[in-house]
C-alpha cells in the first residue's frame, strides 16, 4: 500500500528569494537542443506501439 505524501513546506527567507529568482531566469532550448530533442522524441515515436 502507498505511503502518504507529507504535506510540502512553506519556502520562507532567502530560499523564497532564491527559488523566485531563478524562476524568473527562464531560458528557452537553442535550436541545436530542440533538434536533438525532436529526433529523440521521433526515434521512440518510430518504435511505439499503441493499441
Known sequence: MA???KETPFLRG???IDF???NEE???A???EREKIKKGYD???SI???A
Do not use: G, M, T, Y
Open 20 to 22: 523566485v529568482r531563478n
Open 48 to 50: 511505439a506501439e499503441f
Open 3 to 5: 505511503k502518504p505524501i
Open 30 to 32: 537553442s535550436q541545436e
Open 43 to 45: 526515434a521512440l515515436r
Open 26 to 28: 527562464v531560458k528557452k
Open 14 to 16: 532567502k530560499d523564497a
